[in-house]
């Protein structure tokens, strides 16, 4: 597998890694806003032009494994690339290009003490962020996550207020413990195979007490820290208080790469640990987090906690897969979701937090009349929300289409109307958003005239348009992007699973 | 060039979304560039679809297909199906246009509006021109979210309740229809609409099919308003006058009724719908939505209550023609979507122009109102004649032939429905009319005098009455409404 | 001393820092439960390295003494958002703060 490793690709997993890393402690020793501002805008795009050769790497060779440090398997750190993780660096790539801008432009205008701070804990969460998407060794996941956790953490605490502090340490406890419980799991899966390096470790479905274990520490170590359903307590409050460009970066990449880390996990080293009974299970979790979060949402009065819950019930989306493994177009629809999902909330936190500059919070009903002055983020909010909803012509339509397309070429109909009903309530929330936007003031002198869309500066106009409309644009790429997202060899997932 | 010519669907409904992008992206406060773009647009589009209807006439292949995802095409044609809905909007999307500046030249969020009128055409547009039921369930839920910030247009309490209501209906019955929609593509392995269906060839169990037909007749019947799925509708009706007119006539209804009909015709066809005993279920249901719907509009006070439920009385004798399944039914039912849609849309217009200008929105407010407005109040009364069914106007064409295809097919129980419908058509339509012109006029306004509505509300008014009119006096030309039936007709009996 | 006490000491510890993190309301009980567990489980790898047919395992090694790094770094973290949040609101413990 090695060999199938070139210069350029073996330079672009080193980039994707250390290029933030570095340019992270240049920040920290050099902190000079515009010229790091400027940095990170040039990194993302030399990473997105990497990603291309990358891809198609992984198109013509399939996956991808580097050993590191010239070191040899097992005892190596590796490299992973596949399908999955490919959907993942793009997401992450394509969200660092929208979201440092604004987040740059945001702490700007609101006069942050600490706006300065800002680009170094962005550079250190997206480091921690590539590493736990392309790392092969379970124990540098864990160092990973850890960083990830502290980056992240660092993120909610830009909030300043109490309630933000308060629920950053919220935050940092459940990925503490989250952290330890995978540290367990690790360790156990040492003592009894004797391996970290993931592409070798294949546990069969008559495992040992201890490898269970080590697989149940996993799942509820890393699900603390995705906040996916029933351990997402932290999520909600964090958003609540976290600022915004913080709020997008949770919901869009950090939770997204947690539960990217679960399925790598159940469906690689223990893919052969699955009976009808426990993928059915997880099926089940993932259905009731959707209708959970969904509910959640539709009961909330302020929109950056109904986007959270919102983020809550999409989550639950791709657990489906675990029960549909079997189906190619399940891994294909849950990769698709995974990418919109996350460009298409990000842009709606963004949008949002253009609608608290103009409003000063973010409670829906202070939100009447803002179509006059706000429409252009409303239509992106419109647009993306389309997108989570799953309706055409977007992305999340293609996603849908092939989820529902898995379920019902498996028979398994059931997941049908959770799918559908899913999308139904998140149609719900997202219209319910708008629905008090369209509202009339009663007075219509009340709108302050200063607060304008054109009043904003462009920094924080484009990027959540770019989220939208690339969130729009997968809707059209289906057949561009399929070939990318086919999973060649289901063995590896399926070994074993007894259907 | 041919290529070019033969994309002819793609230019049709991209003539409307360009027009609908530039006029969100021009904003608010340029109304005359705005207005210039709508009108435009619509020309071009009526242009390009007159070229399309005579290439369909000359029997040329229009198609554009583009490849979504693996197995899913993006897929666009013209057949003569496809022209009886295009045509239709097309010119009533003129029409209607020119109404609508004048009927909101003092309302606030115009741009707003424009846009998504234009993207509701354009959702239309391409529920005509699908040429399979993925393409066809993309502009369907289009609609639906195009039209919504249509509805909540006055922003009242009441319009959030109405455009709540109406998304859940269509957003409800998407679902439905989605997962119809995939079971098909599972099945058959594509959508592609096609003469005389194609859903026999899957071989599939005889239940599995009626669940099949189940779902997606039920997805698309919420549009159709077919009762009971018909609640959103008088809702909607806190819509300014154009938007409801473009609901009722053109858009929303239509592609319900339009989407029965494919999928009687070029999805499960009709023998297979008749083996399944489908044509019963889907002429009950029209037959039930025809009469409940005309019992409603009786007790209605509201004159746009009137018109809503006579809409969803009216829109049932499409599906009432592709229920009874015979050739002349078929022609009945496939002409009134046109006929419908015409008078219709007049009489929309003529409650506008009277809430316009005279603020009159009940019957009671009526009385005398074709003294004060003469011919506003013809042209009402030339269309309600119509509705009933009186000749020569386009309505009675459409019962004629749907009674005759009962008669032919053996479903004498036709006659009766449409007699009994009639009758309640003029028992809430000739009141209406007596009102109008034989009743005095309040005693607060008599020196009002003649005060018609201003020239962009006439206008669109008197040429869309005219078009009612002359479908009927008309209907043996050749591209009448009714010979077009009879065309498309002819190439579904083979 | 059988090799057997080292895991049960670990399992203990482990078992201890968990009670503690389910248990305490005060935000340092729970950070020094947190550690406990950490703690637990790096004592637990140190066994597994002994013993091997070729002398001590040098991966459980690496792997500990990493964590003790991950370990000092999140405490010291989490340390100091401790006393943050003390001296903003005086608490010391999470109560729901939640801003308008």
């Given at each position: 597998m090695t060999e199938a490793i070139d210069g350029l690709t073996a330079g672009s997993l080193t980039a994707l890694i250390l290029g933030p890393l570095i340019l992270a402690l240049v920040a920290v020793a050099l902190p000079r806003r515009r010229l790091i501002d400027s940095a990170?805008?040039?990194?993302?795009?030399?990473?997105?032009?990497?990603?291309?050769?990358?891809?198609?790497?992984?198109?013509?060779?399939?996956?991808?494994?580097?050993?590191?440090?010239?070191?040899?398997?097992?005892?190596?750190?590796?490299?992973?690339?596949?399908?999955?993780?490919?959907?993942?660096?793009?997401?992450?790539?394509?969200?660092?290009?929208?979201?440092?801008?604004?987040?740059?432009?945001?702490?700007?205008?609101?006069?942050?003490?600490?706006?300065?701070?800002?680009?170094?804990?962005?550079?250190?969460?997206?480091?921690?962020?590539?590493?736990?998407?392309?790392?092969?060794?379970?124990?540098?996941?864990?160092?990973?996550?850890?960083?990830?956790t502290l980056g992240a953490v660092s993120l909610v605490m830009l909030g300043q207020s109490a309630g933000a502090v308060s629920a950053a340490a919220r935050y940092l406890f459940f990925?503490?413990?989250?952290?330890?419980?995978?540290?367990?799991?690790?360790?156990?899966?040492?003592?009894?195979?004797?391996?970290?390096?993931?592409?070798?470790?294949?546990?069969?479905?008559?495992?040992?007490?201890?490898?269970?274990?080590?697989?149940?520490a996993i799942t509820a170590g890393v699900a603390m820290k995705a906040a996916l359903f029933p351990l997402h307590a932290w999520l909600p409050i964090a958003h609540a208080s976290a600022p915004t460009p913080a709020s997008a970066v949770l919901s869009a990449a950090v939770a997204t790469a947690g539960v990217y880390l679960l399925l790598r996990l159940w469906l690689g080293p223990f893919a052969g640990t699955w009976t009808i009974t426990t993928a059915q299970g997880i099926g089940v979790i993932g259905a009731a987090g959707i209708l959970y979060g969904s509910a959640q949402a539709l009961r909330q009065q302020r929109i950056k906690v109904i986007v959270a819950y919102s983020t809550v019930a999409q989550l639950g989306y791709l657990l489906l897969l675990v029960p549909l493994a079997q189906s190619p177009l399940?891994?294909?629809?849950?990769?698709?979701?995974?990418?919109?999902?996350?460009?298409?909330?990000?842009?709606?936190?963004?949008?949002?937090?253009?609608?608290?500059?103009?409003?000063?919070?973010?409670?829906?009903?202070n939100l009447s009349g803002a179509d006059q002055f706000a429409a252009k983020n409303l239509l992106v909010i419109g647009i993306a929300g389309a997108a989570?909803?799953?309706?055409?012509?977007?992305?999340?339509?293609?996603?849908?289409?092939?989820?529902?397309?898995?379920?019902?070429?498996?028979?398994?109909?059931?997941?049908?109307?959770?799918?559908?009903?899913?999308?139904?309530?998140?149609?719900?929330?997202?219209?319910?958003?708008?629905?008090?936007?369209?509202?009339?003031?009663?007075?219509?002198?009340?709108?302050?005239?200063?607060?304008?869309?054109?009043?904003?500066?462009?920094?924080?106009?484009?990027?959540?348009?770019?989220?939208?409309a690339l969130a729009l644009g997968l809707g059209f790429s289906g057949e561009l992007l399929a070939p990318f997202l086919q999973v060649t060899d289901l063995s590896p997932a399926l070994g074993g699973t007894g259907r | 060039?041919?290529?070019?010519?033969?994309?002819?669907?793609?230019?049709?409904?991209?003539?409307?979304?360009?027009?609908?992008?530039?006029?969100?992206?021009?904003?608010?406060?340029?109304?005359?560039?705005?207005?210039?773009?709508?009108?435009?647009?619509?020309?071009?589009?009526?242009?390009?679809?007159?070229?399309?209807?005579?290439?369909?006439?000359?029997?040329?292949?229009?198609?554009?297909?583009?490849?979504?995802?693996?197995?899913?095409?993006?897929?666009?044609?013209?057949?003569?199906?496809?022209?009886?809905?295009?045509?239709?909007?097309?010119?009533?999307?003129?029409?209607?246009?020119?109404?609508?500046?004048?009927?909101?030249?003092?309302?606030?969020?115009?741009?707003?509006?424009?846009g998504f009128f234009s993207l509701c055409v354009t959702a239309t547009m391409g529920v005509a021109a699908a040429g399979n039921l993925f393409t066809f369930f993309i502009f369907y839920e289009l609609l639906s979210l195009s039209t919504w910030p249509l509805v909540v247009h006055d922003g009242t309490p009441k319009a959030m309740r109405a455009g709540a209501a109406y998304l859940a209906f269509t957003l409800v019955g998407g679902a439905l229809l989605l997962v119809g929609i995939v079971v098909v593509q599972l099945l058959a392995g594509g959508t592609g609409f096609t003469p005389g269906g194609f859903m026999a060839a899957t071989g599939a169990s005889k239940t599995l099919l009626v669940c099949v037909f189940l779902l997606l007749f039920a997805g698309t019947a919420v549009k159709a308003a077919l009762v009971p799925l018909h609640v959103w509708l008088p809702r909607a009706m806190v819509a300014p006058a154009p938007v409801s007119a473009l609901l009722h006539a053109v858009a929303v209804v239509k592609a319900g009724a339009f989407g029965i009909v494919r999928l009687v015709y070029d999805v499960f066809g009709l023998e297979l719908t008749a083996l399944?005993?489908?044509?019963?279920?889907?002429?009950?249901?029209?037959?039930?939505?025809?009469?409940?719907?005309?019992?409603?509009?009786?007790?209605?006070?509201?004159?746009?209550?009137?018109?809503?439920?006579?809409?969803?009385?009216?829109?049932?004798?499409?599906?009432?023609?592709?229920?009874?399944g015979s050739p002349l039914a078929s022609i009945g039912g496939l002409a009134h979507l046109v006929h419908q849609g015409l008078m219709k849309i007049t009489l929309f217009f003529c409650a506008g122009n009277l809430v316009h200008t005279h603020g009159v929105t009940k019957i009671t407010e009526m009385d005398?109102?074709?003294?004060?407005?003469?011919?506003?109040?013809?042209?009402?009364?030339?269309?309600?004649?119509?509705?009933?069914?009186?000749?020569?106007?386009?309505?009675?064409?459409?019962?004629?032939?749907?009674?005759?295809?009962?008669?032919?097919?053996?479903?004498?129980?036709?006659?009766?429905?449409?007699?009994?419908?009639?009758?309640?058509?003029?028992?809430?339509?000739?009141?209406?009319?007596?009102?109008?012109?034989?009743?005095?006029?309040p005693g607060n306004q008599r020196d009002a005098g003649v005060r018609e509505a201003p020239a962009s509300l006439l206008w669109p008014t008197l040429v869309a009455a005219a078009l009612a009119l002359g479908s009927g006096f008309l209907g043996g030309m050749p591209y009448s409404p009714l010979e077009w039936a009879r065309f498309i007709v002819e190439r579904v009996y083979g | 001393m059988t090799p057997i006490v080292f895991p049960v000491t670990a399992a203990l510890l482990f078992a201890i820092g968990l009670y503690g993190v389910l248990t305490r309301a005060r935000l340092i009980q729970r950070l020094l439960a947190v550690n406990l567990m950490a703690s637990a489980i790096f004592l637990f790898l140190i066994v597994t390295s002994t013993g091997g047919p070729h002398g001590p395992d040098p991966v459980p090694q690496a792997m500990v003494l990493t964590g003790i790094v991950v370990a000092l770094s999140t405490m010291a973290y989490a340390l100091v958002l401790i006393r943050h949040l003390r001296v903003l609101t005086r608490a010391e413990t999470l109560e729901s703060i939640v801003d308008d």
């Open positions: 990170v805008m040039l990194l993302a795009l030399l990473l997105l032009a990497l990603l291309l050769p990358l891809s198609r790497a992984v198109l013509t060779h399939g996956p991808l494994v580097m050993d590191l440090g010239g070191h040899d398997a097992p005892i190596a750190i590796p490299l992973y690339v596949d399908s999955l993780a490919l959907g993942m660096l793009w997401l992450l790539t394509l969200l660092a290009l929208a979201i440092h801008p604004y987040a740059s432009a945001w702490l700007q205008r609101s006069d942050h003490p600490h706006a300065d701070d800002y680009p170094a804990l962005w550079l250190v969460l997206w480091t921690g962020l590539n590493s736990l998407v392309l790392s092969g060794d379970l124990f540098n996941l864990y160092v990973m996550l850890e960083v990830t990925a503490l413990v989250g952290s330890v419980l995978f540290l367990l799991g690790t360790a156990l899966v040492y003592a009894d195979i004797g391996l970290l390096y993931m592409p070798m470790i294949a546990v069969h479905a008559d495992a040992s007490p201890a490898i269970v274990v080590a697989l149940l399940a891994w294909q629809g849950a990769v698709y979701h995974a990418v919109t999902h996350g460009l298409a909330k990000a842009g709606i936190f963004l949008a949002a937090g253009n609608l608290i500059l103009a409003i000063g919070n973010d409670r829906l009903e989570v909803a799953g309706l055409p012509p977007t992305g999340g339509f293609i996603a849908k289409w092939w989820l529902l397309s898995a379920a019902l070429g498996q028979g398994q109909w059931w997941w049908v109307a959770v799918i559908a009903v899913g999308s139904l309530l998140a149609a719900a929330y997202v219209f319910r958003i708008l629905q008090y936007a369209m509202r009339q003031p009663e007075n219509r002198a009340e709108i302050d005239p200063r607060v304008r869309d054109q009043s904003l500066p462009y920094a924080l106009l484009w990027p959540p348009a770019l989220l939208a | 060039m041919s290529a070019v010519y033969s994309a002819m669907p793609l230019w049709v409904v991209l003539s409307s979304l360009v027009a609908a992008v530039l006029i969100l992206i021009v904003g608010e406060p340029y109304g005359r560039t705005r207005a210039a773009i709508n009108v435009v647009a619509a020309v071009v589009k009526l242009l390009l679809v007159t070229v399309m209807l005579w290439g369909v006439g000359q029997g040329h292949d229009f198609q554009f297909s583009a490849t979504l995802a693996p197995g899913i095409d993006f897929h666009l044609h013209a057949d003569a199906l496809t022209m009886l809905l295009s045509v239709l909007s097309a010119i009533l999307w003129l029409v209607t246009t020119i109404y609508a500046i004048g009927y909101l030249k003092d309302s606030h969020d115009r741009a707003r509006f424009f399944l005993g489908m044509n019963h279920v889907v002429a009950a249901a029209a037959a039930v939505t025809i009469l409940y719907g005309s019992m409603q509009a009786l007790k209605q006070t509201d004159l746009k209550a009137v018109l809503a439920y006579s809409t969803v009385s009216q829109v049932s004798y499409i599906a009432l023609g592709v229920g009874i005398g109102a074709g003294r004060r407005m003469p011919w506003t109040m013809s042209a009402f009364t030339i269309a309600a004649l119509g509705m009933i069914g009186v000749p020569p106007v386009a309505g009675f064409l459409s019962k004629w032939y749907l009674g005759l295809g009962g008669l032919q097919h053996g479903q004498s129980w036709i006659v009766p429905l449409l007699v009994i419908s009639t009758i309640l058509n003029a028992a809430y339509f000739l009141p209406l009319i007596r009102r109008a012109w034989f009743a005095p006029v | -």
